[in-house]
């Protein structure tokens, strides 16, 4: 009864508005720029290729009956013709999934237009840009320049204590205590577009998360990234009212007004 449209909304960047039951309560994680990465989903349990990961949602999440799917000849003809098969299979099923993943590629925002020289940034954004990239944000770690994502696993001091089973992330799968808290680095396209943040959309907008990053960190954490407790980081960002709104404003700039309008990426 579900598709995976249910949770990737296209005018949410291909994320969605609340958290997925399935998942235990994990944000529904945005669909951009996978063909990039090799590891997936917020706690990293899948690694490899999209192939891989749509072999997971096939098999585990959707149990695909592919009774069903042989049924329809439009898909069986479709099948024969590109991948030489009569019967369709849950890996001949992967395939085409994979490939539609790697089609949901953002790269036309107002970032990637200045980025390109294609365009400009307002004094404010331009402003916010030099935060976001330079040692006085530190954003730029982990969300690197054009990508967004540095598609790793990292705690971020978002936790003393894991009170829900999801908050440990990457150390459900592990189990080496150093993976405790871990999350993969969201990316940051179309960010503006999401309702719920951090895995398991504890904020609810970009200025509670940039405020948490500013002050709210904790820093206490035996294995929080490096990054977060560099020499004058151990206090927060200390960012003034009107660099949150300029890093803020420059947020707004990663969307993609193209992509999430696209008529091919429509049901």
Same mark, same amino acid.
């Given at each position: 009864?579900?598709?995976?449209?249910?949770?990737?909304?296209?005018?949410?960047?291909?994320?969605?508005?609340?958290? !997925?039951?399935?998942?235990?309560?994990? *944000?529904?994680?945005?669909?951009?720029?996978?063909?990039?990465?090799?590891?997936?989903?917020?706690?990293?349990?899948i690694t490899g290729t999209?192939?891989?990961?749509?072999?997971?949602?096939?098999?585990?999440?959707?149990?695909?009956?592919?009774?069903?799917?042989?049924?329809?000849?439009?898909?069986? *003809?479709?099948?024969?013709?590109?991948?030489?098969?009569?019967?369709?299979?849950?890996?001949?099923?992967?395939?085409?999934?994979?490939?539609?993943?790697?089609?949901?590629?953002?790269?036309? !925002?107002?970032?990637?237009?200045?980025?390109?020289?294609?365009?400009?940034? *307002?004094?404010?954004?331009?402003?916010?840009?030099?935060?976001?990239? !330079?040692?006085?944000?530190?954003?730029?770690?982990?969300?690197?320049?054009?990508?967004?994502?540095?598609?790793?696993?990292?705690?971020?001091?978002?936790?003393?204590?894991y009170s829900k089973g999801?908050?440990?992330?990457?150390? &459900?799968?592990?189990?080496?205590?150093?993976?405790?808290?871990?999350?993969?680095?969201?990316?940051?396209?179309?960010?503006?577009?999401?309702?719920?943040?951090?895995?398991d959309g504890r904020f609810?907008?970009?200025?509670?998360?940039?405020?948490?990053?500013?002050?709210?960190?904790?820093?206490?954490?035996? &294995?929080?990234?490096?990054?977060?407790?560099?020499?004058?980081?151990?206090?927060?960002?200390?960012?003034?009212?009107?660099?949150?709104?300029?890093?803020?404003?420059?947020?707004?700039?990663?969307?993609? *007004?193209?992509?999430?309008?696209?008529?091919?990426?429509?049901?």
């Amino acid at each position: 009864g579900e598709s995976c449209n249910t949770c990737h909304l296209q005018e949410n960047g291909f994320a969605a508005p609340g958290l !997925s039951d399935f998942d235990k309560g994990l *944000t529904k994680i945005a669909l951009v720029n996978l063909a990039w990465n090799k590891n997936f989903m917020w706690d990293g349990r899948i690694t490899g290729t999209l192939e891989d990961v749509m072999l997971v949602e096939l098999t585990i999440r959707f149990n695909t009956d592919l009774a069903k799917i042989n049924e329809i000849e439009e898909y069986r *003809t479709a099948f024969r013709q590109y991948y030489g098969v009569n019967n369709i299979g849950v890996k001949d099923m992967a395939k085409p999934l994979a490939q539609f993943m790697r089609s949901l590629v953002s790269y036309n !925002s107002k970032y990637d237009n200045y980025f390109m020289a294609a365009g400009t940034l *307002t004094a404010k954004e331009m402003a916010g840009r030099n935060i976001f990239f !330079s040692e006085k944000g530190d954003c730029f770690h982990c969300h690197v320049e054009r990508m967004l994502s540095d598609n790793m696993m990292h705690n971020n001091g978002l936790d003393s204590i894991y009170s829900k089973g999801i908050d440990k992330g990457y150390y &459900n799968f592990t189990k080496n205590e150093m993976d405790l808290g871990k999350f993969k680095t969201p990316n940051l396209r179309n960010v503006a577009l999401r309702t719920e943040f951090m895995h398991d959309g504890r904020f609810k907008t970009l200025m509670e998360v940039i405020n948490f990053y500013d002050h709210g960190v904790h820093t206490g954490v035996k &294995n929080i990234d490096p990054v977060m407790i560099k020499p004058g980081k151990m206090d927060g960002l200390k960012l003034t009212d009107e660099e949150k709104d300029q890093l803020l404003a420059f947020l707004h700039t990663f969307t993609d *007004t193209v992509m999430i309008n696209n008529p091919g990426f429509r049901k």
